[in-house]
């Protein structure tokens, strides 16, 4: 079991790099720094958005809409780091002391 929570741990610590990837990827795309017409940065902005936007549009749906400002990373990443880490690791440590 201990074993199976540094894994999952290991997983989300990647996936929060992945966030935050797609976020800087993003704004680099939409100020045009990154060419839209080259085929590889569109593969990777595929990759990442295939990756994060399933996970961001419900947190899309709940947020009220603040115009041109989009919170829902930031809401995914104090997600992942404050409940679901935590809950990985009390599920770690409830296991070692059984």
Do not use: H
């Not at 993003?26 to 839209?36: C, E, R, V």
């Not at 961001?56 to 997600?79: E, K, T």
């Amino acid at each position: 079991m201990f074993g199976l929570c540094r894994i999952i741990l290991t997983l989300l610590n990647l996936y929060e790099g992945v966030v935050f990837v797609y976020c800087i990827f993003s704004m680099l795309y939409s100020f045009g720094i990154l060419d839209a017409q080259n085929r590889i940065v569109w593969q990777i902005g595929n990759f990442l958005n295939k990756l994060v936007e399933p996970v961001l549009n419900p947190i899309r749906r709940i947020m009220p809409s603040l115009g041109n400002v989009d919170l829902s990373p930031l809401i995914l990443l104090l997600g992942l780091q404050y409940l679901v880490q935590p809950l990985v690791v009390q599920i770690m440590v409830a296991s070692l002391t059984r």
